[in-house]
């Protein structure tokens, strides 16, 4: 599968956090597999994978954020629209996009807080890759099999 390109999409708020996704979907995918885009937030993730997902380059795309409540806007609904236009971008287009966006409850932009996340987005990103081998894997039997 080394021909094989995959897009990974990093939000770079909180890019301390998010950027260890892409470090966890590399121990699965080999980094030269992989391009990588950088986007200022969550909410334009959505268009850069659908645009990305059409291009034709890549057999799956990934998507990570860290959507955290600042105050000013229920994070919630930001999270929900992320989501939603990943979904949707992944049906438009019949190529897997993945979400590595998360939005914790309580989160304190703390060393503690921030440590623990750091981990968790590792482990996130591997299962992202995994998803993403696994989905390929499992649509070109469906395809096979027609």
């Known amino acids: ?21 892409l470090e966890g979907f590399c121990e699965i995918i080999p980094a030269a597999q992989v391009d990588v ?8 993730m959505p268009l850069l994978a659908r645009d990305l997902a059409a291009s034709g380059k890549y057999e799956a795309v990934a998507a990570a954020a860290f959507v955290v409540d600042g105050g000013i806007y229920r994070h919630d609904f930001v999270a929900q629209a992320v ?19 998360l939005t914790p409850h309580n989160y304190q932009e703390t060393e503690h807080h921030d440590a623990i996340f750091r981990a968790h987005f590792v482990e996130k990103g591997r299962e992202a ?14 395809k096979a099999a027609a």
């Open 1 to 21: 599968m080394t021909h094989t390109r995959f897009a990974f999409i990093k939000a770079q708020w909180h890019a301390g956090v998010v950027d260890r996704a």
């Open 37 to 44: 885009f950088d986007v200022p937030g969550a909410f334009e």
């Open 83 to 101: 989501v939603d236009g990943l979904m949707r971008a992944a049906l438009d287009t019949g190529v897997p996009v993945l979400s590595v966006s």
């Open 129 to 142: 890759a995994r998803a993403a081998l696994g989905i390929i894997t499992t649509r070109t039997q469906v």
